[in-house]
């Protein structure tokens, strides 16, 4: 089955079909994506900043991390779920978006990314004590990891505005 084909299958399943019908269920979940996406993003930032040591000095790094998991994992599993039903509501008009690409390509780094940055970053700063400063690779995973972000929001931003040709 190709990509389009699927697609195209995905989004006549009567649950995408009434989603994406419905007058409420669809800007609901598109407002609760984006504001999931803020505190989501918003607590990775404040991470960032704090790896960087431009916000939250007072806080040492791993109890930052420990503080802020369960607003983070909260935010993402809602933010994703809501990602899925829009995007599976309207996967015959996705498939072919650019922006829509690249902004799930960037997930994917962004995913890579936060496994390699638990390993080196996370465990070697809370195994110091906290010298974040100490560690350039936490300052090089930090922003690294802004401008992921920076991209994912970007692209998903311009996702309704891709003009099939």
């Not at 409420?24 to 930032?45: K, R």
């Not at 991470?47 to 994992?73: C, I, M, S």
């Not at 300052?139 to 311009?158: E, H, M, P, Q, Y």
């Amino acid at each position: 089955m190709s990509l389009s084909s699927f697609a195209h299958w995905l989004e006549r399943r009567e649950w995408a079909m009434d989603f994406a019908a419905s007058p409420h269920a669809y800007p609901i979940v598109l407002a609760t994506h984006l504001s999931c996406t803020a505190l989501f993003g918003g607590l990775i930032l404040m991470t960032n900043f704090r790896l960087l040591g431009w916000a939250l000095t007072d806080y040492a790094v791993p109890e930052l991390v420990q503080k802020l998991r369960v607003w983070k994992t909260a935010g993402f599993v809602i933010m994703a779920g809501c990602g899925l039903l829009l995007a599976g509501s309207e996967a015959g008009k996705y498939h072919t978006n650019s922006y829509f690409w690249v902004k799930m390509s960037l997930l994917a780094l962004v995913g890579l990314h936060a496994l390699v940055f638990r390993r080196s970053v996370y465990r070697s700063v809370a195994a110091s004590g906290d010298s974040a400063v100490t560690f350039p690779q936490a300052k090089v995973a930090a922003i690294l990891s802004l401008l992921l972000w920076t991209g994912v929001l970007c692209a998903g931003r311009l996702i309704g505005y891709h003009v099939l040709d």
